[in-house]
């Protein structure tokens, strides 16, 4: 056993004293740097595993849970708003679905699940709607951040404009010999745009009224708005000829369009409506009602047996102030003869007046002739649409 000398020993104990500290100070700092080191591990939420690079987790993909209109289906009212519904919120900042033909609107509904586009005014008929979602970072995003995988498409297909509605629309801006009145629902102004294209897609119920004054025969051509009745013919003649549009009494894409048009501009018939009725029984006569009164009754003379005015009803279609009209007579003879105020009603028969030394018989080619004065008097009602019946003799 080895001992220490006295002297050595006094020496050695404060060295030794020191050392002992620093040992217990660097095992204290040892045991502060696991200490938090465990700790740091312990807060990550990985089981003491640190997350791998630091990132967050991923956001959920973003689904199309449904569509409005469906999908497919045809025969949609045209002013009908465009709905999509998604399974998350979508962000206020996101990229929206894009919709064609491109018609002015408003999308509705971020930072909800539901987007709505609100038409200003809408679709017409038969128009091919198509919607497309994108998708990817630059399509339509979740608030949590979302995306659509892949794009989404869409389509359906606009109803057509009903065919009653156009009589209601016409006899509102005074080109029927009926007015008519809504009878129930909330009224549809001339001027709203977006009310009248809906009502085109879905006629208001209403009551047509006949105007008094005119004759029954009249009434009897009235078959309640249909296209194929007389009076609507001539009443889609008369508002195309307003319009600058070519007359073939069918209310066609044109007239729709000149119709809504009209609507904005409250462009009424300022014409009135014109009626002419020739008899002929002996003596023969014209008589011509306007707006429900009886403004000539006048001897006329129609064909005679060779060259017969045709017995029917049919509308006003060409008008001249004066013109040579050219003919063969049933002999084979031609004639060029000038008269003045015509107004066509078929293919080579019209009113216009022709010096005849009387009226009231069987003396034209075809034609209701006038004397000078009557002819002259009721050129300017005989507008275009005129409805001119010719009775058996």
């Known amino acids: 056993m080895l001992t220490t000398p006295g002297p050595l020993r006094g020496l050695l104990r404060p060295r030794i004293a020191a050392l002992f500290g620093v040992i217990v100070l660097l095992l ?17 939420g990985n089981g003491g595993k640190p997350a791998a690079g630091g990132s967050a987790p991923a956001a959920k993909p973003l689904h199309v849970i449904a569509i409005t209109p469906t999908p497919g289906s045809r025969g949609v009212d045209g002013v009908s708003p465009i709905k999509v519904q998604f399974s998350a919120q979508v962000a206020k900042n996101s990229a929206l679905p894009v919709v064609k033909p491109r018609i002015r609107g408003t999308w509705q509904g971020l930072g909800t699940k539901t987007l709505e586009f609100v038409p200003k005014r809408g679709f017409d008929e038969y128009t091919r709607v198509r919607i497309q979602i994108p998708a990817g970072s630059a399509g339509v995003r979740a608030v949590n951040g979302g995306e659509i995988a892949t794009p989404q498409k869409a389509k359906y297909v606009v109803g057509h404009y009903q065919p009653i509605r156009m009589a209601e629309l016409l006899a509102q801006l005074g080109y029927l010999p009926l007015t008519w009145q809504q009878t129930s629902g909330t009224a549809v102004p001339l001027s709203d745009a977006q009310a009248q294209l809906s009502a085109a897609f879905q006629a208001p119920a209403g009551s047509f009224t006949w105007k008094p004054g005119y004759p029954y025969i009249l009434h009897t051509f009235w078959q309640g708005g249909s296209p194929a009745g007389l009076i609507m013919d001539g009443a889609i003649r008369a508002f195309e000829a307003a319009q600058g549009l070519t007359m073939d ?6 007239v729709w369009k000149a119709m809504f048009e009209a609507l904005a501009k409250d462009q009424r018939n300022h014409l009135g409506y014109t009626y002419a009725l020739a008899d002929q029984h002996l003596p023969e006569t014209l008589t011509v009602w306007h707006n429900g009164h009886i403004i000539l009754h006048s001897p006329a003379n129609t064909g005679i047996a060779a060259a017969p005015t045709t017995v029917g009803t049919a509308p006003v279609y060409l008008r001249y102030r004066f013109q040579i009209m050219r003919g063969t007579n049933p002999d084979g003879s031609t004639y060029a ?49 005129t409805l001119v019946t010719v009775t058996a003799p």
């Open 28 to 44: 204290a700092a040892g045991i502060w740097v696991a200490f938090t080191h465990s700790t740091a591990e312990a807060t990550n």
């Open 337 to 385: 003869d000038p008269v003045n105020w015509v107004s066509y009603f078929r293919a080579g028969e019209a009113v216009h007046y022709f010096p005849r030394a009387s009226y009231g018989f069987n003396q034209s080619l075809g034609c209701v002739e006038l004397p000078w004065g009557p002819a002259k008097k009721i050129w300017p009602y005989m507008n275009y649409g």
């Open 249 to 254: 009494g069918v209310a066609g894409k044109q």
